[in-house]
């Protein structure tokens, strides 16, 4: 019998959650995402330390671009190695800033082309708070494709989806930790609330024709990945896809088109903000992931600083 990976690989385009080019190499995925964290990581790595040094050298001792040049050169050395589309992230710390987000990701995409990666193998993730939603929205219609991160709620899909977003990247893993935590027991299988919330979401948008991708992320065990197999995409560990390689039960599909799913709903900036007020886990959550996220970007600022 062939291998979990290779089973869900038959139904759900597998994307690599890291920046580990031999990982990458290693386990064949369609995609990849990064962001400040995994950035973080792939900095202690040798084999990116003169891309460390490039950056900083052509920064003009703007330290935004210096993150940005190296996290656009990440995302190049991912694309000789993988078929599909590198998401790149833009300054957690800008999530509140429409106007910024928009500038910072025109110029992402703007290193990338002027090292002849096309737009269409970007995208471009912003963190689903409201003004990033809106930047993502402006940004789709000028052919910059994006990727709605730190998603938590089915308010943020929601809107995401009116907004038309490419795709958004639910966080089973982190809804999963707020839940045991708050209730104090652990979930397996179909009760588990992070599998139950990229579920409902699939279900919603496939009901309701919503082209938007669902890519389930952030997962804590192969149980996830299972119960969430035949999702569009879903980003995940290069320890977790090992583990799937090395498998070999049967791995059932758990999502299809065809299923029952909640009427449409159009989401105003009042009833987005509102409903996240309503959502303890979600406005907790995304609150937390912001400020991870910026902090792991000044760690890289300083690391960068080092380099000069």
Same mark, same amino acid.
């Given at each position: 019998?062939?291998?979990?990976?290779?089973?869900?690989?038959?139904?759900?385009?597998?994307?690599?959650?890291?920046?580990?080019?031999?990982?990458?190499?290693?386990?064949?995925?369609?995609?990849?995402?990064?962001?400040?964290?995994?950035? +973080?990581?792939?900095?202690?790595?040798?084999?990116?330390?003169?891309?460390?040094? @490039?950056?900083?050298? @052509?920064?003009?001792?703007? +330290?935004? +671009?210096?993150?940005?040049?190296?996290?656009?050169?990440?995302?190049?050395?991912?694309?000789?190695?993988?078929?599909?589309?590198?998401?790149?992230?833009?300054?957690?710390?800008?999530?509140?800033?429409?106007?910024?987000?928009?500038?910072?990701?025109?110029?992402?995409?703007?290193?990338?082309?002027?090292?002849?990666?096309?737009?269409?193998?970007?995208?471009?993730?912003?963190?689903?708070?409201?003004?990033?939603?809106?930047?993502? &929205?402006?940004? &789709?219609?000028?052919?910059?494709?994006?990727?709605?991160?730190? +998603?938590?709620?089915?308010?943020?899909?929601?809107?995401?989806?009116?907004?038309?977003?490419?795709?958004?990247?639910?966080?089973? /893993?982190?809804?999963?930790?707020? @839940?045991?935590?708050?209730? /104090?027991?652990?979930?397996?299988?179909?009760?588990?609330?992070?599998?139950?919330?990229?579920?409902?979401?699939?279900?919603?948008?496939?009901?309701?024709?919503?082209?938007?991708?669902?890519?389930?992320?952030?997962?804590?065990?192969? /149980?996830?990945?299972?119960?969430?197999?035949?999702?569009?995409?879903?980003?995940?560990?290069?320890?977790?896809?090992?583990?799937?390689?090395?498998? @070999?039960?049967?791995?059932?599909?758990?999502?299809?088109?065809?299923?029952?799913?909640?009427?449409?709903?159009?989401?105003?900036?009042?009833?987005?903000?509102?409903?996240?007020?309503?959502?303890?886990?979600?406005?907790?959550?995304?609150? &937390?992931?912001?400020?991870?996220?910026?902090?792991?970007?000044?760690?890289?600022?300083?690391?960068?600083?080092?380099?000069?």
């Amino acid at each position: 019998m062939i291998s979990k990976l290779d089973q869900l690989k038959q139904f759900t385009t597998v994307v690599a959650d890291t920046g580990d080019l031999d990982a990458i190499i290693r386990l064949q995925p369609v995609d990849a995402t990064t962001n400040p964290s995994l950035l +973080l990581k792939a900095a202690a790595l040798a084999r990116y330390a003169p891309l460390l040094k @490039h950056s900083i050298s @052509h920064c003009d001792g703007d +330290l935004g +671009l210096a993150c940005d040049l190296f996290g656009a050169s990440v995302g190049q050395e991912i694309l000789n190695v993988i078929p599909g589309r590198i998401s790149t992230e833009v300054d957690a710390r800008l999530s509140f800033d429409t106007r910024a987000t928009l500038a910072r990701a025109e110029r992402l995409i703007g290193l990338y082309e002027q090292a002849n990666v096309g737009r269409e193998r970007v995208l471009i993730k912003i963190a689903a708070t409201w003004e990033g939603i809106r930047a993502a &929205e402006q940004l &789709e219609r000028q052919g910059i494709q994006t990727n709605l991160t730190l +998603l938590f709620s089915f308010a943020q899909a929601a809107a995401c989806a009116d907004a038309g977003v490419f795709l958004i990247s639910p966080f089973v /893993g982190r809804i999963y930790d707020w @839940h045991k935590k708050a209730e /104090g027991r652990d979930f397996v299988g179909a009760e588990d609330p992070g599998v139950q919330s990229v579920t409902r979401i699939y279900n919603y948008y496939k009901a309701n024709a919503y082209k938007t991708v669902v890519m389930g992320a952030s997962f804590r065990n192969l /149980g996830q990945i299972e119960q969430l197999a035949g999702c569009d995409r879903l980003t995940i560990s290069p320890e977790l896809l090992q583990k799937l390689a090395d498998e @070999h039960a049967p791995l059932p599909r758990m999502l299809a088109p065809g299923k029952a799913g909640e009427a449409r709903q159009s989401l105003g900036e009042s009833q987005y903000r509102w409903a996240m007020n309503e959502d303890t886990m979600g406005t907790e959550k995304l609150a &937390e992931g912001i400020r991870l996220f910026a902090r792991d970007q000044e760690k890289l600022e300083t690391l960068l600083t080092a380099q000069a």
